[in-house]
């Protein structure tokens, strides 16, 4: 009896398996039936990402497709066996692999062995879109199934071999000759094994970027390709040890210091809602982006020549009359980290923050002479708060200063006198006036930059002032193309006037004194240590914390921003100090260099006047050092304006 129990309950189980392996094969028979009627997609443009520079110049992109019965074959089995073994034996999706992978994930614990197909790596890599959700996990698996239902492996590897990443190269065509001079029908096995090894890291496998990354990466190929019967041991060796011959290394290594760049074209790229969904359906994509190789090139040689440990930078340099990103630079080394220090990394901005600060004061009736006392101080508040910012280096002139010696200085106890004087809430609403989103609070440290702000941000609030006063928006992209040369989106520039030109040409002075010999006193301007290399008039703000170093600085023509620290937040060393300064010269001198000064022309309505820099009285034939301030007219100075014993709600403790 209980036999013919367990033998009813396993027919019982059996019939339930078949019913539901039934049912499964019907659900994907019909998956792939409904595949089959889908519209055929066209793999021979899809993801043909073709970037080019302001002057729309090709920077990279697939602009050479080679057919299936052109390619060489080492070049194929190369990929074919270390990317996907069984390619013309699945339907898409190799499952033993696929638990194989699970399986070692699990007994490992981590989430390193993958098991993507070719078919699968090319529907991925249509996509705009490489963040790790269902939906993109969900549509990459139906773009599998329908590349694999319209199309024979031949077409399919066709298609991937033209479109994937070979380190910032699209296509193989593209890579063959780009890395070796010669198109990819006459690579040999060593350069077939080399090339196949990039895209599954193309940021650390290119030879320019690392070349013994490269050879170990070659060698996994080639024994990859021995496994499976391409080569024998034989040729494994001579291919391992051929001594490749690369065309023009330190030439094409300039694309290296692109990447940071395409990486924020792509974000900015997905952000565009003009551009539909739907393309996939259609194929690749024309992206005219701002890039302009001569900024670029400078940041490049830049990080090159200033920096020598393992500090970090970022940098960008942008046409402050359109908010067009010219060049940027999201770290020393693409190769190395791939996070984006110029959009991403937030950190406090020093006193960067300072000159909006001082824009706010001039806008209520501060001028360049308005003094205050500085001197070492504690703030004292309601409910006995205190706050005691200090000068760098604990230097105090223990005297009245103007304004113009504050900034060039950038004394912190005058930023905070003046910050508490105008009330906390200015500062904030200044910011939001230049395009700052980042939420600032309204607290005394403000005035200091204490709180943080991305450099990308900070840039373009300087543009507002290069400007003359215009909030412009940056961006990366001019305009978007499929691949048939419709537009698909254009860029509109949409400048909306929020400062006084006036004013914003008062402040661009009092910027410039920052490298001025003139206002060499108790100590010396804040920017006077690269005066020597700067041949043209520039607006300069820098500002040191603990853990960053900034410099934003102007004129007419562009605005520089660099920022330096460590990724870890440790304390900058006495050795970093000049890093930024040396840099932020560097670039905005090598980007100018073949044009004339362009400075700002004198509004009618401001007037120049010798006076004394320190105190900011008119200069009489006593004063040793006089410089030309510059004012509205009717607010020039007849005697010295103190606002020291009318700030409100605070008192002071020695």
Not at 253 to 268: H, T
Not at 426 to 439: E, H
Request: charged share 25%.
């Amino acid at each position: 009896m209980k036999k013919e129990k367990l033998k009813k309950m396993g027919i019982k189980i059996t019939k339930i398996t078949a019913i539901i392996i039934l049912i499964v094969l019907v659900f994907i028979s019909s998956i792939y039936l409904y595949a089959w009627i889908s519209p055929k997609l066209t793999i021979n443009s899809a993801k043909s990402y073709y970037f080019y520079d302001k002057d729309d110049n090709l920077i990279t992109g697939t602009d050479e497709w080679i057919t299936y019965d052109k390619l060489d074959e080492d070049i194929v089995n190369a990929t074919i066996a270390i990317e996907d073994r069984h390619f013309f034996e699945h339907f898409g999706f190799d499952f033993l692999r696929i638990a194989k992978a699970m399986y070692n994930n699990i007994k490992s614990g981590s989430r390193n062995e993958g098991a993507s197909t070719i078919t699968q790596q090319y529907a991925k890599n249509m996509y705009l879109d490489f963040a790790k959700t269902w939906e993109r996990k969900i549509n990459e698996a139906w773009l599998t199934i329908r590349l694999e239902t319209h199309y024979s492996k031949e077409e399919i590897l066709e298609g991937y071999l033209n479109t994937i990443n070979y380190g910032g190269i699209f296509g193989i065509e593209n890579a063959s000759k780009y890395y070796f001079g010669k198109s990819s029908t006459d690579l040999s096995i060593a350069e077939s094994a080399l090339l196949a090894g990039i895209p599954n890291r193309p940021s650390a496998y290119s030879p320019f970027i690392d070349f013994d990354a490269a050879k170990q990466r070659q060698l996994t190929v080639l024994k990859a390709m021995q496994r499976d019967g391409f080569i024998t041991e034989e040729e494994l060796n001579n291919a391992y040890n051929e001594q490749l011959k690369f065309d023009n290394k330190e030439d094409n290594n300039k694309l290296n210091s692109v990447m940071y760049f395409q990486d924020a074209v792509i974000e900015e790229l997905k952000s565009i809602s003009s551009i539909p969904k739907s393309l996939i359906e259609t194929g690749g994509l024309k992206i005219y982006t701002t890039l302009d190789f001569k900024a670029q090139e400078a940041i490049e040689s830049s990080i090159k020549d200033n920096i020598t440990n393992d500090i970090q930078t970022a940098a960008i340099v942008m046409d402050p009359n359109t908010g067009a990103v010219l060049g940027l630079a999201g770290g020393v080394d693409y190769s190395k980290s791939q996070y984006n220090r110029a959009l991403s990394n937030n950190r406090s901005v020093g006193s960067t923050i300072k000159p909006f600060l001082y824009y706010a004061a001039l806008e209520n009736n501060f001028t360049a002479s308005t003094t205050f006392t500085s001197e070492k101080t504690t703030f004292v508040f309601a409910e006995d708060e205190t706050y005691s910012p200090t000068n760098y280096g604990d230097q105090y002139p223990n005297q009245e200063i103007s304004m113009a010696a504050a900034i060039a200085y950038s004394d912190n106890i005058y930023a905070v006198k003046t910050h508490l004087f105008l009330g906390s809430e200015t500062l904030v609403d200044t910011m939001k006036r230049v395009g700052i989103t980042t939420q600032l609070d309204s607290i005394p440290s403000l005035a200091l930059g204490s709180q943080p702000i991305s450099l990308l941000e900070m840039t373009n609030a300087y543009a507002t002032l290069a400007n003359e006063g215009y909030r412009v928006k940056p961006f990366f992209i001019k305009r978007v193309e499929d691949i048939n040369g419709n537009i698909l989106y254009e860029h509109k520039n949409n400048k909306e006037n929020v400062l006084n030109k006036s004013i914003s040409y008062i402040l661009s002075e009092l910027l410039a004194n920052t490298s001025n010999s003139n206002f060499i006193g108790y100590t010396y301007p804040t920017s006077y240590v690269i005066a020597n290399k700067l041949s043209k008039k520039y607006a300069i703000k820098t500002g040191t914390t603990e853990y960053d170093h900034l410099v934003f600085g102007y004129n007419k023509d562009v605005v520089v921003g660099v920022w330096c620290g460590y990724d870890d937040n440790r304390e900058l060393e006495y050795g970093d100090s000049t890093i930024n300064k040396n840099m932020w010269a560097d670039i905005i001198e090598k980007y100018l260099i073949d044009k004339e000064n362009n400075w700002y022309e004198q509004p009618k309505n401001v007037v120049g006047v010798l006076v004394d820099p320190i105190t900011g009285k008119l200069a009489t034939e006593q004063t040793k050092k006089s410089v030309i301030q510059y004012y509205l007219k009717g607010t020039e100075p007849s005697n010295n304006y103190s606002l020291d014993d009318t700030i409100p709600t605070i008192k002071y403790e020695e």
